[in-house]
């Protein structure tokens, strides 16, 4: 739960009917010449709130990065569309994201050096959370999840390392895992079922059990199946500003943990083995002031 932070400046236009906001963040700075060698995001972002209970989001956002992750150059565009609200017991989130780019500077395969190649961004997202809430004692809801990043494509030629990327995650703040990735994982097919109630007005369970495999195996591996998270979650919101979290969640590792590569937006394998066995116990508070 380490979350990430930036400077930043974010200009906000709203009406009863609709908002857009823009974004200019600093990522990443090297304290180099202005602009030289950091990483920058700039992004719209507009949401239209003319349904009651319901809101439709699109949004365009810019990566440039200057030298700090890949290549000499990268930019990277994402747009995308998102509903999310409530429909009577129903609620829902749904997002839809496309990518597309390219990097500079990236060497060909070419024994004598020539040429450089032709690395680019193309790949698609999805994230979304279907749930219905039961009128009853507890307030139980059942709800399934479902996210996909693209896992890219490479080019196994021997005098290229021409490829298309997997999703970029733009320095996300959204966990799937209490495990193997820091918000960062890609190439990865994520299906989680799960139930929460509310015995008191102060205190919520949760229940998920969680399938990863990825996208695209690596050229000789012998599963794309990463394994199961099963976690058990309670929140007790002891005040307005004041919650109390704890936590416990353990993950059955399956054989493609092995050489699929998943983190690191998709471009490092985790190491793993079919016999890895994760367990993760937090206490945690939250203060708002």
């Known amino acids: 739960f380490t979350g ?7 200009l906000t236009y709203a009406t009863d009917l609709f908002t857009v906001d823009a974004v200019a963040a600093k990522l990443a700075e090297t304290l180099g010449d202005f602009g030289e060698g950091d990483t920058d995001l700039y992004a719209l972002y507009a949401s239209y709130l003319g349904i009651e209970d319901v809101t439709l989001d699109a949004y365009w956002m810019y990566l440039r990065d200057d030298g700090v992750a890949l290549g000499d150059d990268v930019d990277v565009h994402t747009v995308g569309l998102r509903g999310a609200g409530t429909i009577g017991a129903f609620d829902f ?9 390219d990097v500079d500077g ?14 680019e961004y193309d790949a698609f997202a999805v994230n979304s959370e279907l749930g219905y809430t039961f009128d009853m004692t507890w307030m139980p809801r059942v709800f399934a999840r479902f996210a996909w990043f693209g896992g890219g ?7 290229s390392n021409d490829r298309d990327l997997p999703f970029n995650r733009l320095f996300s703040n959204w966990e799937y895992t209490e495990f193997f990735a820091n918000t960062d994982e890609s190439n990865l097919f994520y299906y989680a079922l799960g139930v929460g109630a509310s015995p008191t007005e102060a205190l919520a369970l949760t229940l998920v059990c969680a399938y990863f495999e990825v996208d695209e195996e690596v ?8 394994g199961f998270e099963l976690g058990l979650y309670a929140d007790y919101q002891y005040s307005e500003d004041l919650v109390f979290r704890a936590g416990y969640a353990h993950f059955f590792g399956d054989e493609g943990l092995e050489d699929n590569k998943f983190i690191l937006n998709g471009l490092a394998a985790l190491g793993g083995d079919e016999d890895d066995d994760y367990d993760y116990l937090f206490i945690e508070t939250e203060l708002c002031f």
């Open 93 to 101: 989130d749904v997002e839809v994201a496309y990518q597309f780019g």
């Open 4 to 10: 990430l932070s930036f400077d930043a400046l974010r």
């Open 219 to 226: 050229p000789g591996s012998d599963d794309d199946s990463l």
């Open 153 to 159: 494509d490479d080019d196994n030629s021997l005098c």
């Open 106 to 119: 990236r060497p060909s395969a070419c024994p004598f050096g020539f040429g450089e190649a032709d690395v």
